[in-house]
């Protein structure tokens, strides 16, 4: 079960990103 590996991976470099724009 890769696919799960590479959403959860997915969502958290999106947060990361989000974060970063924000400050």
Known sequence: M???HF???L???TAC???T???
Do not use: G, K, S
């Open 17 to 19: 990103a989000a974060i």
């Open 11 to 13: 969502m958290i470099v």
């Open 2 to 4: 890769a696919t799960l």
């Open 7 to 9: 959403i959860m991976v």
């Open 21 to 23: 724009e924000d400050q």
